[in-house]
RNA sequence: GCGGAUGUGGUGAAAUUGGUAGACACGCUAGACUUAGGAUCUAGUGCCGAGAGGUGUGCGGGUUCGAGUCCCUCCAUCCGCACCA
């Protein structure tokens, strides 16, 4: 009987969809595991190749784990806000959810067809009311929460708003903004709006105005993440800064937390170096450096510029200090002399771009500002500078320059002749600055002689001591802005009285997306929902209502803004646990149980988007005691883009020119001819077939164009050149068929085998290519070039897994998908080999010697000593090679096992029926159809256990040792492998084979490893 | 510039702790069978060489009886960050 992939396929995605194969559910006694998968985002395009290589390793992983006795939570759901069907809708009026809809089905479509083990009835989508009500809530408690320092942890605001009632704010400890303090006596007597004003300085989201990447193009705020190379990540539309209020969450408050918290986790070092750069934390110490304006009698004690450091030890070596353009006091402390000067630089900075001003870094510019500020040590004056190579968003927007440890100081100070002065003993820096901190502080008063870890350590205590600073820790990581000027996104559960923020309670929501004409912004440049007309909170029915009911009494305006694409990533395995939950985002007994995510399978691109702030609503959702766990994804693995591999074809051009006019000669009237020439060939060329040669021709001649001569062009050619003449009436015209402006032309893989174009096909492809004339091999074929570039639709070589699933079946598209490399490689797709894969199950199916009603004919006897070698080897290397997600082995180590036992004519039960649930997770179609044939039809395969390995079945009697010398393998001797090391080094020295290389000469030394080797030394 | 990853046949790759380099496939070559299918089977296939043999894991060096694997230097490709004080 043969192997149906099709109908066998069909009938068990029918079959698992009908009993629920996949459910699982928390009331279990089983140990839990749970592997997902990121979150995809249903695009248009659908998925191609590429998308499902992750899908398929997990779910190979996932079924292993099932076979292993786990209880396996295995979900799949779609992040269906976003940006590309909100621009569709811009662009064709049809609504958002409608586009996301047909996606999602497309995508489901697709997935279902590749057999993946997901729990169906876990589906979750971010776009959906009943999901993002919880994202609201999450958010709401956001917003009434505060980050306790001293607890090192986020706390319930009523606290916070207790402590300022009885000792206001003075003592607490708090991640905040606020800078200003106040008595318990003086906040009780604030009014609403100025409490509220206060706790925005708390909470962890908070409304505040913020520089922020704006999109006029997609009239929306980007975050850092989605700007590449200064313009829009989706879309490469122009980004520029703005000023505005904003939603932001406050992350910086986690930002110690994120870092050390990546010590636990099993991710690639590259992410987590990528994170650890992007949170950017920097020891050191700010420093206040007192301000002398040069007025005499003018009070400058409280007026300081504040500096950060990381090296506060070279603090004796400051001849300067530099702020930023955009530094507050800049304009304050500017002298009138430098007023004119210093405004004109900050006008010219203010013109470069950020870009800009990173990429021009050979370009010192700086401006004097006349002030000076007094060294808090020696009491030097020194001179304040503005330079647009600090930065305002940085540190304290000030730094303290020391030339002879910083290079950027040092060249500033020698662009500008500035005084250096060496701090470090026994160091040149006359040619560039001295930056290593192994050299010992000099000149330093206390700090000489000190090395600059000790010295570090000395400066801040001397600095705090004199009250003139302290040691700080700084970090690059700034809060995140929340807000997006979008339509298809979360609404805020905001409303706002009096201008202040008011969140909606809880069992109100959730605050659905409302129905809007236009996606577009406001004419008068509000966000899409200022477009809607019923977006107003009634807070004495709570419920959304007409504008025209506001009258800021009972019924207040809705935020405008929605929430940003990372809002419904940020927490969305928590969902997956409880899906159905309407009374929390989760069930407590859920979360308890399932916990965080054991193996987490996606690409490496969201690095510090999505996996950044994850990690912090777990965190934050943990501290507020919602959750049991502080890490959302403990293992991780990244897998590898797949590329596309395209073919091309090369279309040449004849060159025409009149006979009497040799092309090549100089002649007075050579402008005329050419004129005349290139006419003639407009004409002509029109009026011939498209002409294409084959690759192998082309290569011979651009690997070597100086030795190529018409010898190398075949008959062809010379059919083609001849055709062309005939097509030319002109008898005064010649015409030339040169190859070194052949232009290669992307051609659809469909159309293409092994390299070789399906010649009539490519005709019917293109209208224009219908008469088209090939330069072919010596055997009639049409060779093509080829090359490894992304997967796009305008490259013609995307491929995807429905037209494989078609021709080859789903189990073959599963493990070819594995079968090409380790999975976190990125790798070309090359359908060559997946005959090799589909052979693989042909052959697996043959083993069971199925008769014509499809029976298999088995030997229910005891397997023999090779059958159970055979098994046994493949069941220790498979789940070795599955604890180390080293998936493309396993599929390797299949193929030598049933080449193994198709050798040994193997017909046995117990060894096929231990294989099929081994190769299940990898094939799970043919396992279920053939296990149910060998009459195991009450269960599924999914339910087996995993084979139990056994080493005796892989002890030898014999080993083949490889003998070398001098580290040469020369041949392999068979020994028993009960002999001791000298006994195999006796029968070695003393074999004819041994004697041919010894030369009878006696070897140095000779080193035996049992059962591994034997190396002779001469 | 800094940080990370990768580099092995014509191609995808394997070699888990230093122990037979190239498993398993693709492709290619030759052959068998055939009602000519993109089927199946057999043999061969890193490179150089007729052969014996030599040589070989990006380059160069080192450690070791033995290095794709460990150490040092350099090169190339990809990714991330980048005036970060």
């Keep these: 009987m043969e192997y149906n992939f099709n109908s066998i396929e069909q009938k068990w995605r029918k079959r698992w969809a009908d009993n629920n194969t996949y459910k699982v559910s928390t009331d279990s006694n089983k140990e839990k595991f749970y592997v997902l998968d990121m979150f995809p985002y249903p695009s248009g395009a659908g998925l191609h190749v590429g998308h499902p290589l992750g899908y398929i390793a997990s779910d190979v992983y996932a079924r292993y784990k099932r076979l292993q006795g786990f209880n396996v939570l295995h979900p799949m759901g779609y992040d269906s806000f976003g940006l590309p069907a909100e621009q569709y809708a811009i662009q064709t009026g049809q609504h958002p959810e409608l586009t996301t809809k047909e996606n999602i089905a497309r995508y489901r479509d697709q997935l279902d067809k590749i057999g993946f083990s997901y729990d169906w009835s876990r589906e979750v989508r971010t776009s959906s009311p009943e999901y993002y009500k919880w994202t609201q809530w999450i958010f709401i408690e956001l917003f009434n929460s505060w980050y306790d320092k001293s607890a090192d942890k986020a706390r319930s605001i009523t606290d916070l708003i207790a402590l300022f009632e009885k000792e206001g704010n003075a003592s607490i400890q708090a991640v905040t903004d606020q800078e200003t303090v106040f008595t318990a006596a003086e906040w009780n007597v604030f009014s609403k709006e100025e409490k509220e004003a206060v706790l925005q300085n708390y909470r962890l989201t908070y409304l505040a105005d913020s520089w922020v990447n704006w999109c006029p193009a997609l009239g929306t705020v980007l975050a850092n993440d989605e700007v590449v190379n200064g313009v829009s990540e989706r879309g490469g539309h122009p980004v520029e800064q703005k000023l505005m209020r904003q939603w932001s969450m406050r992350i910086k408050a986690y930002a110690e937390r994120l870092l050390t918290g990546l010590d636990s986790l099993d991710w690639t070092d590259s992410i987590k170096d990528i994170q650890t750069n992007w949170i950017g934390k920097s020891k050191g110490a700010s420093v206040f450096f007192p301000l002398w304006r040069g007025i005499e009698g003018e009070d400058t004690s409280k007026t300081h510029i504040e500096v950060f450091t990381t090296r506060p030890d070279t603090i004796f070596g400051v001849t300067f200090l530099v702020l930023a353009p955009e530094h507050p006091l800049v304009d304050v402390i500017t002298t009138t002399e430098y007023a004119d000067k210093v405004a004109e630089y900050k006008r010219v900075a203010s013109l470069k771009s950020e870009r800009d001003r990173q990429s021009d870094v050979k370009n010192i510019t700086g401006q004097i500002t006349g002030a000076k500020a007094i060294h808090p040590f020696t009491g030097a004056e020194v001179d304040i500078w503005i330079a647009d190579y600090v930065l305002a968003s940085y540190g304290t927007g000030a730094v303290m320059a020391v030339p002879c440890g910083d290079q950027r100081d040092w060249d500033f100070a020698t662009h500008f002749n500035i005084p250096i002065k060496n701090i470090f003993q026994d160091k040149d820096i006359s040619k560039a600055a001295y930056t290593e901190k192994d050299a010992l502080i000099a000149a330093s008063d206390f700090l000489t002689g000190l090395e600059a870890k000790v010295a570090i350590e000395k400066a801040i205590e001397a600095i705090e001591n004199k009250g003139i600073g302290k040691g700080k820790t700084n970090y690059r990581l700034r809060d995140a802005v929340f807000s997006r000027q979008r339509y298809w996104g979360e609404p805020f559960p905001i409303y706002y009285k009096n201008g202040l923020p008011q969140t909606i309670a809880v069992e109100h929501l959730p605050i659905v997306l409302p129905e809007v004409e236009k996606y577009l912004p406001t004419e008068d440049g509000q966000p899409p929902l200022g477009n809607a007309t019923v977006w107003a909170w009634d807070t004495a029915n709570n419920k959304v209502v007409e504008n025209s009911k506001i009258d800021h009494q009972t019924v207040f305006p809705l935020e405008l803004n929605t929430m940003p694409g990372w809002a419904g990533s940020s927490w969305y395995f928590l969902r997956y646990t409880d899906p159905l939950n309407t009374n929390a985002f989760a ?62 074809v090369y279309r ?367």
């Excluded at 766990?629 to 590329?643: A, D, H, R, S």
């Design 587 to 648: 069930a407590k007994d859920a979360v308890d149980y399932w916990k965080n995510v054991d193996l987490y399978m996606g690409g490496a691109e969201h690095a510090t988007g999505h996996l950044l702030y994850a990690r912090f609503w777990t965190k934050f959702l943990y501290d507020r005691g919602y959750i049991p766990f502080e890490e959302p994804f403990q293992k991780m693995i990244n897998q590898g883009m797949i590329l596309g591999r395209s073919s091309f």
């Design 652 to 1018: 040449i051009k004849p060159l025409f020119y009149y006979t009497n006019e040799d092309p090549y000669s100089l002649d007075k009237k050579i402008d005329i001819d050419i004129k005349k020439n290139v006419d003639l060939n407009m004409e002509l060329t029109r009026q011939m077939p498209p002409i294409f040669i084959t690759y192998s021709i082309l290569k011979k001649y651009l690997n070597d164009p100086y030795s190529f001569s018409d010898n190398n062009f075949n008959i062809e050619h010379k059919r083609i050149l001849k055709l062309i003449k005939e097509n030319v009436q002109n008898q005064n015209v010649s015409v030339e068929l040169s190859i070194n402006d052949a232009t290669p032309i992307h051609v659809d893989i469909s159309l293409v085998d092994n390299d070789k174009l399906d010649l009539e096909g490519f005709k019917k492809w293109r209208s224009e290519y219908a008469n088209a004339e090939f330069i072919l091999e010596n055997d009639g074929t049409y060779i093509c070039g080829h090359e490894v570039e992304k997967m796009s639709k305008s490259k013609y070589n995307v491929q995807t897994p429905d037209e494989l699933v078609e021709k080859y079946g789903a189990d073959t598209l599963r493990c070819y998908e594995m079968f090409l490399g380790p999975v976190e490689q990125a790798k070309p797709w090359d359908t060559k080999g997946i005959n090799g894969v589909s052979n693989f199950l042909r052959k697996l199916w043959r083993l069971f010697n199925l008769d014509e009603n499809g029976s298999p004919r088995l030997d229910e006897g005891e397997p023999s000593k090779d059958n159970l070698k055979s098994l046994h080897k493949t069941i220790k290397k498979v789940s070795d090679d599955l604890e180390r997600f080293s998936f493309n082995t396993c599929v390797s180590n299949f193929m030598i096992c049933v080449n193994e036992l198709s050798e040994q004519k193997c017909t046995n039960k117990q060894i096929l029926e231990q294989l099929l649930v081994l190769v299940s997770p990898y094939a799970p179609h043919i396992a279920e159809e053939l296990w149910e044939k060998m009459g195991n039809g009450a269960t599924s395969v999914t339910q087996a256990s995993f084979p139990t390995f056994n080493e005796a079945y892989l002890v030898e009697d014999n080993i083949e040792y490889p003998v070398s010398f001098n580290g040469k393998m020369r041949f392999k001797m068979p020994l028993a492998a009960a002999l001791s090391p000298k006994e195999v080094e006796e029968i070695v020295l003393n074999s004819p084979e041994a004697a041919k290389y010894l030369e009878g000469k006696t070897p140095k030394k000779v080193i035996v490893v049992p059962g591994k080797i034997v190396n002779i030394v001469m």
